[in-house]
Antibody, heavy 123, light 107 residues
Framework: QVRLQESGPGLVKPSQTLSLTCTVSGGSISSTNYYWSWIRQPAGKGLEWIGRIYTSGSTKYNPSLKSRATISIDTSKNQFSLKLTSVTAADTAIYFC???????????????WGQGTRVTVSS | DIQLTQSPSSLSASVGDRVTITCQASQDISDYLNWYQQKPGKAPKLLIYDASNLQSGVPSRFSGSGSGTDFTFTISSLQPEDIATYYCQQYDNLLVTFGQGTRLDIK
């Protein structure tokens, strides 16, 4: 049974870079059947997809983040990571990592999800 | 961007009621529509994929239907453990968007 676990600082100062890691256990991040995604949720609000990465390193991002997001993968550690630059209070949220299931060649749905990690942007 | 509009944004129902939530896409997304359940303090959980397919292990009282721009999620007989927020999600153009959510509670 695949499990995902987010980790990283819970507090980031404005204008700095948010860095989070998702560790995958119970399955290989090198599988060609999945992408791996980051999704966030501000307190009391809805879900926003940030972006995804494939085992090859191929990525796709939500244009709304205006190139501030970078997702990388470390297959040797079975981990993938998120960096979000120039953060503001608007980036305060719970950040989830999730497995993005490929149907033929199309990333389709998210299952499972990590439990989420809360990140606050404040000085 | 493809927008998803869920309705209602919240609803109250009694145990045993049939509950229906709708999700409307801003353009044709075929059946590329999924439904999630999120309980307070927890991560979302996939319930329905590709509009009408029940994820393994999910109770059969949950169902989905629709294609194109109009989709429906139904709980046939509401149970107390179904109290949660429900989200639709589309993946038509390799970009992902979610509906704004429907908060469901017990009357």
């Amino acid at each position: 049974q695949v499990r995902l676990q987010e980790s990283g600082p819970g507090l980031v100062k404005p204008s700095q870079t948010l860095s989070l890691t998702c560790t995958v256990s119970g399955g290989s991040i090198s599988s060609t059947n999945y992408y791996w995604s980051w999704i966030r949720q501000p307190a009391g609000k809805g879900l926003e997809w940030i972006g995804r990465i494939y085992t090859s390193g191929s990525t796709k991002y939500n244009p709304s983040l205006k190139s501030r997001a970078t997702i990388s993968i470390d297959t040797s550690k079975n981990q993938f990571s998120l960096k979000l630059t120039s953060v503001t209070a608007a980036d305060t949220a719970i950040y989830f990592c999730a497995r993005d299931v490929l149907v033929t060649t199309v990333p389709s749905w998210f299952d499972p999800w990590g439990q989420g990690t809360r990140v606050t942007v404040s000085s | 961007d493809i927008q998803l509009t869920q309705s209602p944004s919240s609803l109250s129902a009694s145990v045993g009621d049939r509950v229906t939530i709708t999700c409307q896409a801003s353009q044709d997304i075929s059946d590329y529509l999924n439904w999630y359940q999120q309980k307070p303090g927890k991560a979302p959980k996939l319930l329905i994929y590709d509009a009408s397919n029940l994820q393994s292990g999910v109770p059969s009282r949950f169902s989905g239907s629709g294609s194109g721009t109009d989709f429906t999620f139904t709980i046939s007989s509401l149970q107390p453990e179904d109290i949660a927020t429900y989200y639709c999600q589309q993946y038509d153009n390799l970009l992902v968007t979610f509906g704004q959510g429907t908060r469901l509670d017990i009357k």
